[in-house]
């Protein structure tokens, strides 16, 4: 079902990723993919052993340690600079992104 916490993770991310990276947070379902956050904090879709999508396409502004979340057909990921990351599920497509307030 969309948005299960799946155990343990049948893929390599460091290969996903394209990178050296590890795995602090269980993937999730959605839809036909699985759904992982990589501590670089890339959060990366994968279909059939395949990458479908990955953010950022750049350099990640800080890691992620915890599972995604899935809701309404939107990703959302926390990174650990307290940043709030929402995600098209299906292409990948940053939507908002909260950033709290200095000093907070």
């Known amino acids: 079902a969309n948005g299960t916490v799946i155990s343990p ?6 290969d996903l990723a394209g990178n050296d990276d590890t795995l602090r947070a269980d993937p999730i379902q959605v839809g036909e993919s699985v759904v992982i956050a990589a501590q670089s904090g890339r959060v990366i879709a994968v279909q059939n052993a395949q990458r479908q999508w990955y953010w950022p396409s750049g350099t990640p502004n800080a890691e992620i340690l915890t599972t995604p979340v ?3 057909g939107t990703v959302y990921s926390v990174l650990m600079n307290g940043q709030v990351q929402s995600l098209n599920a299906e ?5 908002w992104t909260f950033t709290p307030p200095e000093g907070r």
Do not use: Q
């Open 9 to 14: 993770y049948p893929y390599d991310s460091a």
């Open 91 to 95: 292409t990948g497509v940053p939507g």
């Open 70 to 72: 899935l809701g309404e």
